[in-house]
Each structure stands twice: as C-alpha cells, then as structure tokens.
C-alpha cells in the first residue's frame, strides 16, 4: 500500500532487467569465491571436448563459452549468461569422471543448445507474464466504495478473471521451463547426432547424485573416506540439496 500499482510493476520490471544484465557477474564471483569453480581456457578441455566444442560454436557462428569447472564429485552441468555469445558453461569434475567422453559431449551439447536457443532471455520474459498478469489484477480491482453494485460486481468478476490469469501463467512459465530442457535435448541429440548418449548420461547423473555417499576419488588415494557433499558445488543457485549429511564434507 506504500506505492501505487504502476510504480510497483516498474520495480518489479527494473529489478528483472538489473538481475539479468548484471546476474552472470554476480554468479561468476558467487561461484568462484565461495564454491571452487575455476575457469579453464579452451586448451586445458579435455582434447575431445575441445574439438567438439570449437566444432558445434563454428557451425551455430557463436563464439565458444567461457567453461568453469567446479571441483565437485556430484555430476552436474548448467549454463548462464544474457545472450549466445556471452554464455558460461559450467561442469563438475563429478561429469568427467562418471561419464564416458560421448556423454560428456553430449551434457555440454545440452547447455550449448540453451545458450543457441537465447533460453536465457526466454524466461527472463516469461518470468515477467505473472508479474504483469497479477498488476492487471491490482489495478482493475474495485477499490471505491462509492461505486454503484453493478460497477462493483463488473469491478469484482474483472479482478478474479486477472487473478486466475496470474495464477494460470505461474503454472505456463513452469511449463515453458521444461519446453527449453526438452529443447536443450533435442539440440544435443541433433549436433552429437548420438540422442543415446545423451540418455545414458541423464541416467549415470541421476544415480550419481542420488549416491549421496559417494567417495571422493581424491581422497581415496591418499587412504581417506572422506565423502563428497552432494550439489555443494551448486548451491549458489538456490537448488534445494535433499541428500545433505551431517559427515559429508
């Protein structure tokens, strides 16, 4: 009730533009400070990965991501920027480690198919669409006692229209969501041109973060159990972590 409707949207609006040009920024010193990622020039890639790379950034005409490497058991692998040519790619060592070099290609296809497909700057709109939906129904609630019954009855039925169309669209930006992972996919399985690797990979990831008392090969060879944390390494997105144990470390 401090500021009207109109002034409310335009914060909201605001807030999303500042978020998204400067959120990648944000996230690189998050990721760095705080959870061991380090950012490795395409020459330190794995030779295969390099070349498949360079190989899938020439054809789609995109300049190759900057790649980070969280050092991290738990298989996990995402993508962020504001457009194409300014995305980071960003994997754990638990994916090159579980998975075999096709299936390594294969997850980095999928967040290279994010980047091509501008989803980055898809749902930064899509998640505007509730924001503008339930400021609809703020301002076309009625509001003046004054009013006649029939202009608050037209006022009431307009405000619970716009209010279910808030509510409908959280629901379509949660549906769209997952039309850009099944895009993603089909990008991997069409530039590796091998969709099966891309299955077995989901597969392998899946088991691997459920083993949430996993080994840390390095610690194994210096004669130590110690455990992974499963996800540590992505916690700076707000990813919820069911497998967290109080000896992990």
């Keep these: 009730g401090l500021i009207t409707p109109a002034w409310a949207l335009g914060l909201g609006v605001m807030v999303a533009v500042v978020q998204y040009m400067f959120g990648p920024w944000m996230l690189d010193l998050t990721l760095s400070w ?11 890639l794995p030779e295969h990965l390099r070349v498949f790379v360079a190989d899938v950034c020439g054809r789609e005409k995109m300049r190759v991501p900057s790649f980070g490497i969280i050092d991290d058991g738990a298989p996990q692998a995402f993508t962020y920027g504001r457009v194409p040519n300014d995305a980071r790619v960003v994997i754990s060592r638990g994916v090159l480690e579980l998975l075999d070099p096709a299936e390594v290609e294969a997850v980095v296809a999928h967040e290279l198919g994010h980047a091509c497909n501008w989803d980055m ?17 703020r301002q076309l609630s009625p509001k003046d006692s004054s009013d006649s019954g029939d202009n608050k009855g037209a006022g009431a039925l307009v405000a619970i229209g716009a209010f279910v169309i808030y509510l409908v ?3 379509l930006v949660l549906w769209f969501s997952r039309t850009r992972e099944f895009s993603a996919d089909r990008y991997a399985a069409r530039v590796t041109g091998n969709p099966n690797a891309l299955a077995t990979a989901l597969v392998k990831i899946g088991y691997g973060l459920a083993a949430a008392g996993a080994t840390d090969p390095q610690a194994a060879e210096q004669g130590s159990k110690r455990r992974t944390r499963p996800l540590a390494g992505t916690g700076a997105l707000g990813a919820f972590n069911m497998f967290d144990r109080r000896d992990a470390v």
């Design 121 to 137: 700057v898809l749902m930064t709109i899509a998640g505007l669409v509730p924001l503008l939906a339930y400021t609809v129904f």
């Design 34 to 44: 705080l959870y061991r990622l380090r950012w490795v020039a395409p020459e330190d």
């Design 169 to 171: 669209s959280e629901y």
